[in-house]
């Protein structure tokens, strides 16, 4: 009975699996004049602090004493598109509210709001604000020139644009050197203006000119002197088969000035030409594995040895409010420095390593990542596994664990937490 | 006196090498023709088309995508996603052996590889962005087999996603029945069953559906549904990484 039965299904499945009928509507598809996309995202994170570290020192020492931190936030991200002619305009906007152990913040940002008209394909004028992307890292951009710092801990995280106004001109060609693009702009800084983008009162030219020749893209770039230091630099990226990609970048700037702590506590600014680059590779193995790798080198960071200076500076500073209730040194520390050295990753010298595996046992959907950041002059590292999973329709779900290692006075070592916990769930609409 | 022969004499002369020129497709198959014929019975060389791809897993569960796509010539290739809303905006860029990925919140386009996907499931970055065979492909050998040809097919350069190709094409509309496709090291990664003729005018009549399952992916698989396949020029600009964030604006 049991045989007839297999038999039967055997027969029935290719006949039902041949009849199988798809749908496909392309009228619910068709271009509209105004379109409205985004998402809402639902996000929890638990901090495990580090009392002993110089950047929880600086950040906690007037508050009440805590080892953890727990927050919730909810974000809407909107983006809208209205096309009339020519012309299409496009806006970005975002908000969040986060509740956690010490209140409530509210945070809403207008990331883009630019209008740009299309006269051919060879032309584009943009005007208004927008979020640029120059550079071929993934972690780190040192030719990103007119855009804000990207989070090495989430590259791919949306960013504030700047108010702009610029072009792209694009010409095509048969032979070696097959595209190139100029893309100048203008960076205009006033009081209300652009006002983080550095001093005002400039018009910040900057340009942008593209080559792909030799299935090579290459971009040369600078940005005029005005409300930075005049900086200059250049970009490449090459697949060197159909699993192996390298890029890199280039980055002089004429000044850069960063405050330094000295022996006695004295923050001191300095001001230095700076030159950084980026190597980088991104391989992807026959499992599935991709590696993505890269060194970076940033002059204007901090030296080892400045590191260590600030922490010690900072450690002393509470000893001194712990001992005598004088916050002054540390207040002092906080206004100066703060700033620049709770940066994400404010050293000379990095390594970034991203391993993950795309839909391992043949599990759709899933990726298990891992990526390591280490300060190549103290070897102090922060270690990020991963799991992402898109099986549902529009729903992102993340979960990801930070651990932060490092010696006395080093950099991962000295930062604010030990531990971080960040599930995350967002859903597209 | 004229030594030349008169017409009917170099007719004469000439109709059995005329015989024999007309006599050779039959023992002598032009593989690399055939795939060219294929190539253009499948789609025009410039055109612009929407697909849907649906990831099937074995409990039946569905994720569907869809896609706007342009092509020029041999090697100009963008695929813009529509749908999902978690997609949307996404598109990918392939020149000549070169592809990249533009994310909207990333802002720059990637350069990605031709074994990655970008959709997950069977389907591959070289699957989405497809050129022509006779593009990527050499015929090496070419053979009849009843009501199909069967061809053999190694990739031109390395950079080919699939290193072999095994094509059963229909005889009477010179259109694919069957590919598999082979790793170098003669591991089959998947095959590719194409059904549904349908007429989508301006000459063009082939497959709407192509289905792929891969032993790689055992009770899972892929199928791409193709509709509004029709012949269209675009300037080559429209081919470039400055191009591919408005490639939106080609519908």
Same mark, same amino acid.
């Given at each position: 009975?049991?045989?007839?039965?297999?038999?039967?299904?055997?027969?029935?499945?290719?006949?039902?699996?041949?009849?199988?009928?798809?749908?496909?509507?392309?009228?619910?598809?068709?271009?509209?004049?105004?379109?409205?996309?985004?998402?809402?995202?639902? %996000?929890?994170?638990?901090?495990?602090?580090?009392?002993?570290?110089?950047?929880?020192?600086?950040?906690?020492?007037?508050?009440?004493?805590?080892?953890?931190?727990?927050?919730?936030?909810?974000?809407?991200?909107?983006?809208?598109?209205?096309?009339?002619?020519?012309?299409?305009?496009?806006?970005?906007?975002?908000?969040?509210?986060?509740?956690?152990?010490?209140?409530?913040?509210?945070?809403?940002?207008?990331?883009?709001?630019?209008?740009?008209?299309?006269?051919?394909?060879?032309?584009?004028?943009?005007?208004?604000?927008?979020?640029?992307?120059?550079?071929?890292?993934?972690?780190?951009?040192?030719?990103?020139?007119?855009?804000?710092?990207?989070?090495?801990?989430?590259?791919?995280?949306?960013?504030?644009?700047?108010?702009?106004?610029?072009?792209?001109?694009?010409?095509?060609?048969?032979?070696?050197?097959?595209?190139?693009?100029?893309?100048?702009?203008?960076?205009?800084?006033?009081?209300?203006?652009?006002?983080?983008?550095?001093?005002?009162?400039?018009?910040?030219?900057? &340009?942008?000119?593209?080559?792909?020749?030799?299935?090579?893209?290459?971009?040369?770039?600078?940005?005029?002197?005005?409300?930075?230091?005049?900086?200059?630099?250049?970009?490449?990226?090459?697949?060197?088969?159909?699993?192996?990609?390298?890029?890199?970048?280039?980055?002089?700037?004429?000044?850069?000035?960063?405050?330094?702590?000295?022996?006695?506590?004295?923050?001191?600014?300095?001001?230095? =030409?700076?030159?950084?680059? @980026?190597?980088?590779?991104?391989? @992807?193995?026959?499992?599935?594995?991709?590696?993505?790798?890269?060194?970076?080198?940033?002059?204007?960071? !901090?030296?080892?040895?400045?590191?260590?200076?600030?922490?010690?500076?900072?450690?002393?500073?509470?000893?001194?409010?712990?001992? =005598?209730?004088?916050?002054?040194?540390?207040?002092?520390?906080?206004?100066?420095?703060?700033?620049?050295? &709770?940066?994400?990753?404010?050293?000379?010298?990095?390594?970034?390593?991203?391993?993950?595996?795309?839909?391992?046992?043949?599990? @759709?959907?899933?990726?298990?990542?891992?990526?390591?950041?280490?300060?190549?002059?103290?070897?102090?590292?922060?270690?990020?596994?991963?799991?992402?999973?898109?099986?549902?329709?529009?729903?992102?779900?993340?979960?990801?664990?930070?651990?932060?290692?490092?010696?006395?006075?080093?950099?991962?070592?000295?930062?604010?937490?030990?531990?971080?916990?960040?599930?995350?769930?967002? !859903? !597209?609409? | 006196?004229?030594?030349?022969?008169?017409?009917?004499?170099?007719?004469?002369?000439?109709?059995?090498?005329? &015989?024999?020129?007309?006599?050779?497709?039959?023992?002598? @198959?032009?593989?690399?023709?055939?795939? %060219?014929?294929?190539?253009?019975?499948?789609?025009?060389?410039?055109?612009?088309?929407?697909?849907?791809?649906? /990831?099937?897993?074995?409990?039946?569960? %569905?994720?569907?995508?869809?896609?706007?796509?342009?092509?020029?010539?041999?090697?100009?290739?963008?695929?813009?996603?529509?749908?999902?809303?978690?997609?949307?905006?996404? &598109?990918?860029?392939?020149?000549?052996? /070169?592809?990249?990925?533009?994310?909207?919140?990333?802002?720059?386009?990637?350069?990605?590889?031709?074994?990655? =996907?970008?959709?997950?499931?069977?389907?591959?970055?070289?699957?989405?962005?497809?050129?022509?065979?006779?593009?990527?492909?050499?015929?090496? %050998?070419?053979?009849?087999?009843?009501? =199909?040809?069967?061809?053999?097919?190694?990739?031109?350069?390395?950079?080919?996603?699939?290193?072999?190709?095994?094509?059963?094409?229909?005889?009477?509309?010179?259109?694919?029945?069957?590919?598999?496709?082979?790793?170098?090291?003669?591991?089959?990664?998947?095959?590719?069953?194409?059904?549904?003729?349908?007429?989508?005018?301006?000459?063009?009549?082939?497959?709407?559906?192509?289905?792929?399952?891969?032993?790689?992916?055992?009770?899972?698989?892929?199928?791409?549904?193709?509709?509004?396949?029709?012949?269209?020029?675009?300037?080559?600009?429209?081919?470039?990484?400055?191009?591919?964030?408005?490639?939106?604006?080609?519908?």
């Amino acid at each position: 009975m049991r045989r007839l039965f297999c038999a039967c299904l055997s027969l029935w499945l290719p006949a039902a699996a041949a009849q199988e009928s798809y749908s496909f509507d392309v009228s619910q598809f068709e271009k509209k004049p105004f379109e409205l996309n985004g998402y809402a995202e639902l %996000k929890a994170e638990q901090f495990t602090f580090d009392r002993h570290a110089a950047l929880y020192q600086l950040g906690f020492f007037d508050q009440p004493q805590r080892d953890g931190f727990d927050r919730g936030t909810g974000s809407l991200q909107l983006e809208g598109t209205y096309r009339q002619g020519l012309a299409t305009a496009h806006v970005i906007a975002y908000g969040s509210y986060a509740h956690d152990d010490t209140g409530n913040d509210r945070d809403t940002r207008l990331y883009e709001a630019s209008v740009s008209v299309q006269p051919s394909s060879h032309a584009t004028y943009d005007l208004g604000k927008k979020t640029l992307s120059w550079g071929k890292g993934y972690a780190w951009n040192p030719v990103g020139f007119v855009q804000r710092a990207k989070d090495p801990n989430d590259p791919e995280l949306a960013r504030e644009g700047f108010v702009i106004a610029g072009g792209d001109f694009v010409r095509s060609f048969d032979g070696t050197l097959k595209t190139v693009a100029l893309t100048p702009l203008l960076v205009p800084t006033t009081a209300g203006l652009n006002a983080d983008f550095g001093t005002s009162e400039h018009l910040n030219p900057a &340009a942008k000119i593209y080559f792909f020749y030799a299935n090579t893209d290459i971009d040369l770039m600078m940005l005029g002197a005005g409300a930075k230091s005049a900086r200059y630099g250049v970009d490449f990226s090459r697949n060197l088969g159909t699993n192996l990609e390298v890029h890199g970048e280039w980055a002089r700037a004429a000044s850069v000035t960063r405050p330094v702590v000295d022996a006695a506590g004295n923050v001191v600014p300095i001001e230095a =030409s700076a030159t950084s680059y @980026l190597l980088g590779l991104r391989y @992807l193995s026959e499992s599935q594995l991709t590696t993505l790798f890269e060194y970076y080198y940033n002059d204007a960071g !901090y030296s080892e040895d400045e590191m260590r200076s600030f922490a010690a500076v900072v450690h002393g500073a509470y000893d001194q409010y712990q001992a =005598s209730g004088n916050a002054a040194p540390l207040t002092k520390l906080r206004t100066a420095l703060q700033p620049a050295m &709770a940066r994400p990753n404010p050293g000379q010298r990095y390594l970034y390593l991203r391993l993950s595996q795309q839909e391992p046992f043949d599990i @759709l959907y899933l990726t298990p990542a891992l990526t390591i950041i280490a300060n190549v002059d103290d070897r102090s590292y922060s270690v990020a596994p991963e799991l992402l999973y898109t099986g549902i329709t529009n729903l992102e779900l993340r979960f990801r664990v930070f651990w932060l290692r490092g010696t006395p006075l080093s950099d991962f070592g000295e930062k604010q937490n030990d531990r971080r916990l960040d599930l995350r769930a967002r !859903y !597209y609409f | 006196m004229s030594s030349r022969p008169r017409p009917c004499a170099l007719l004469r002369r000439l109709l059995p090498l005329l &015989a024999l020129l007309l006599a050779t497709p039959a023992w002598a @198959l032009d593989g690399n023709a055939l795939l %060219k014929q294929l190539d253009r019975n499948l789609e025009p060389e410039s055109y612009e088309m929407y697909r849907k791809l649906i /990831n099937i897993e074995p409990d039946g569960k %569905k994720k569907e995508y869809v896609l706007y796509t342009v092509k020029k010539g041999r090697d100009k290739m963008v695929a813009l996603f529509l749908d999902p809303p978690s997609d949307k905006g996404r &598109a990918t860029l392939r020149l000549g052996d /070169n592809m990249w990925l533009y994310i909207p919140n990333v802002g720059k386009p990637l350069r990605i590889t031709s074994l990655q =996907s970008v959709v997950g499931g069977v389907f591959n970055n070289a699957d989405i962005l497809a050129l022509d065979y006779s593009v990527e492909y050499n015929v090496d %050998k070419a053979e009849e087999a009843g009501n =199909s040809y069967v061809l053999a097919l190694k990739a031109r350069t390395a950079a080919v996603a699939y290193d072999r190709l095994k094509m059963w094409v229909d005889k009477a509309s010179v259109l694919p029945v069957t590919i598999e496709a082979y790793a170098a090291s003669g591991l089959l990664i998947k095959t590719l069953h194409f059904r549904d003729i349908k007429d989508f005018g301006g000459g063009i009549k082939r497959p709407a559906v192509m289905e792929t399952d891969s032993p790689l992916y055992k009770g899972y698989k892929s199928v791409m549904l193709y509709s509004s396949l029709r012949a269209r020029r675009f300037p080559d600009e429209v081919f470039t990484l400055n191009y591919l964030p408005r490639a939106g604006e080609l519908r």
